[in-house]
């Protein structure tokens, strides 16, 4: 039996992620480069919220700016890879029959969320893609859950990129930090989580908003960190690891995360 295509949870960052020589943007294109070339990638994303499950199916998905303010390049950027309407429905087929009604969207682009680190990660935008959404009002749990009914998916070569953020405060962001400056508050959430993923210790990584340090002031709402709980969910065995850490604008922490 071959090995899973893999489990790749990133902090997207902001969206100039896509422009900036910044670590973070280098060791996503690095890890691009490496990968194996998946049948298809699935990304759960952040920046799509819905009450229940909804599965991006859309054939050519535009690409959304979700963002307002930043340089007029991120605005002419386009990632064009293809939908994956028939992964979609796989996936969709697998959530509904785990207890998790999901239903297809074949209208929603993908958001910078989804497209930005593909765009690192896939630069030819040769490699089918589709988004999974987000609820953050049903928690953790829930999204390991679907995760979890996701994995089968990972068998037949299809990829699981969650991506959010290990630390989302914005408001506590510095617009101008020096490259490599970062808050110890954020790297004490950061490293919190760290040490809680390499124990694959669940329970407290559930339990993150009373356990971590400041948890409330780096994660004000939980939806950036819902991903991580997807790629837990959609592990196999074994413990994951941390293959990237950095940060942008002081408290925005960059960490990416490999599961097995």
Do not use: C
């Amino acid at each position: 039996m071959s090995a899973p295509s893999p489990v790749l949870f990133v902090s997207h960052g902001a969206p100039t992620l896509a422009i900036a020589d910044v670590p973070a943007r280098r060791f996503l294109a690095d890890y691009g480069a490496r990968m194996p070339r998946p049948a298809a990638i699935a990304v759960v994303s952040a920046h799509w919220e819905t009450p229940r499950p909804r599965i991006g199916s859309a054939t050519e998905p535009s690409t959304i700016y979700d963002f307002g303010g930043f340089p007029e390049e991120l605005y002419r950027l386009r990632h064009d890879a293809p939908g994956a309407p028939d992964w979609a429905a796989e996936a969709t087929a697998a959530l509904t029959a785990g207890g998790l009604p999901a239903e297809m969207d074949e209208r929603r682009g993908r958001d910078h969320g989804a497209w930005v680190p593909l765009m690192l990660l896939d630069p030819a935008a040769r490699i089918p893609a589709f988004q999974v959404s987000v609820q953050p009002h049903l928690g953790p749990a829930h999204m390991e859950r679907v995760g979890h009914l996701l994995a089968p998916l990972r068998r037949k070569g299809v990829m699981i990129l969650a991506s959010g953020s290990i630390t989302h405060n914005l408001r506590a962001l510095h617009w101008n930090a020096a490259d490599g400056e970062e808050d110890e508050s954020a790297r004490a959430f950061a490293d919190w989580i760290d040490d809680a993923v390499a124990r694959d210790d669940r329970a407290a990584l559930r339990d993150y908003r009373r356990r971590a340090p400041d948890a409330a002031f780096h994660h004000p709402t939980e939806e950036h960190l819902l991903p991580l709980f997807a790629a837990l969910g959609a592990a196999e065995a074994g413990k994951g690891r941390r293959v990237h850490a950095s940060a942008t604008f002081g408290n925005l922490a960059m960490d990416a995360y490999e599961f097995p």
